[in-house]
Structure formats: structure tokens, C-alpha cells
């Protein structure tokens, strides 16, 4: 985890201080909880796919795949629901570019449908309630974990308050027709504070924020603790 967002990460934990008491300090990594990331592909409409097209919207170039090949967060565990499961280990089987720098990651799959063994190495499946499973891997886990689609699943980590890191790539296309699986649909009020940016082959956008849940618009209320 950097300074720079240790220091967020320390402002949001003041504003969320009941009665002028502000929580511990985070430290320094090494002392720090496991860290949840949140990682987005999305059209510039909020799409997570679009029926009819490929994989990126068709859009991955070197510098994009590139720093995929140079698995940013390589150590953390990634985490993803069912459909996420399918779709992704389908892409990796079928060889699609970007998918194989997943291969020797560690994985975990929520899921009550799926069973043992799955197909796709270094994949746990866990039956546990995601929220209450993903509590407990912060507590006691000493690696940090990031998602992988799962709109589902990241929509209920977030209002649970687990999420540290926010991330969208943003991909020039709007899929008004064709767009499926709308990504903030049901999502609280959050509000977003910038860490970090970066384009990739002059057409795609890494944002970076911490998030923080509000409990309604600016102004009509305190922040939700």
C-alpha cells in the first residue's frame, strides 16, 4: 500500500470518527490489514460487457497488456463470484490475451452452486457468505485481495465498508444498445477521492480512488461510519 494512500486512507478514517474522536492511524504496510481492491472494466456508459462484442470492446492494446502482463497486485488474491468464474476461466481456456497472466494466481470463488474440483488452477471455491468470508480473510489473512468482475459481490463489499481501493478502466465506447450488466446499479451514495490516473495506448483510462459511503447527498447528511 503507498504513502500517498495510507495518508487517504487515514483522512477518511478522521471523517469517519464518531464524536471528534478520530480512529487509529493506519501504519505502514507491514502493519496495515490486508488491503480490498476493487477492479473495473467499463464502458463510458457503466457497462461491465456489451451483447455482440469481443473481450475489452476489442480495445486492448500493448501498453494495456503489458502492464496486465506485469500483474499489478500479483500477490494479492483475486476474488470473483460464479458467473465471473465462468466467464473468465472460459476466456483463459479458449487463450484470450491478458488471461494468462491469471493463471498462477491465487483465486477464490464464492459460490453455492459450483462444486470441487474446478477447473481453472489455483481456485478455491468458499460456500461462505462473501461478506462475512472476506471479514475474515482482512482479519487473519496476511495477503491483500483484489476483485475480477462480480458485480454482485463488489456491490456488497462495498456497502459492507470493506473496500480500500477503488479502480476503473475506462473504455471509449458507449454501449447504449448493446450494454449489459450495468455496474453501479443499487450501489449507496460514495464519494470518491483521486490517488492516481494513467492512460494506456492513448484511448484507455486508469482511475484510481478511496472510496468513501455516504449516507445520502453532501450536505444532507454526515458521512456514514
Not at 478522521?14 to 504496510?29: A, F, S, T
Not at 490489514?33 to 464502458?43: K, N, R
Not at 458485480?151 to 473504455?171: E, H, N, P, Q
Amino acid at each position: 500500500m503507498s504513502s500517498r494512500l495510507v495518508a487517504r486512507l487515514n483522512r477518511r478514517l478522521d471523517l469517519c470518527g464518531r464524536e471528534g474522536e478520530p480512529l487509529p492511524e493506519i501504519k505502514d504496510k507491514d502493519t496495515t490489514m490486508p488491503e480490498l481492491l476493487i477492479d473495473f472494466i467499463t464502458s463510458l456508459d457503466g457497462y461491465a460487457a456489451a451483447d455482440g462484442w469481443p473481450g475489452w470492446w476489442g480495445l486492448e492494446g500493448p501498453e494495456y497488456l503489458a502492464w496486465l502482463g506485469e500483474q499489478p497486485e500479483a500477490d494479492y488474491t483475486i476474488l470473483m463470484g460464479a458467473t465471473t468464474y465462468r466467464v473468465m476461466s472460459g476466456y483463459a481456456a479458449a487463450g484470450e490475451p491478458g488471461t494468462d497472466a491469471l493463471a498462477g494466481l491465487s483465486k477464490v470463488v464464492f459460490s453455492t452452486t459450483l462444486s470441487e474440483p474446478l477447473s481453472w488452477a489455483n481456485t478455491q471455491l468458499v460456500a461462505q457468505d462473501p461478506v462475512e468470508a472476506v471479514r475474515e480473510m482482512k482479519d487473519k489473512a496476511a495477503e491483500s485481495m483484489r476483485t475480477i468482475g462480480s458485480l454482485t459481490l463488489c456491490r456488497s463489499l462495498l456497502k459492507a465498508g470493506l473496500v480500500d481501493r477503488f479502480r476503473v478502466v475506462v473504455f471509449p465506447v458507449i454501449t447504449g444498445n448493446s450494454g449489459r450488466e450495468r455496474i453501479y446499479d443499487g450501489y449507496p451514495d460514495v464519494a470518491l477521492e483521486m490517488i492516481s490516473s494513467r492512460t494506456f495506448d492513448g484511448r484507455l483510462q486508469l482511475l484510481e480512488y478511496v472510496p468513501t459511503i455516504l449516507a445520502g447527498p453532501p450536505g444532507t447528511n454526515t458521512v456514514n461510519a
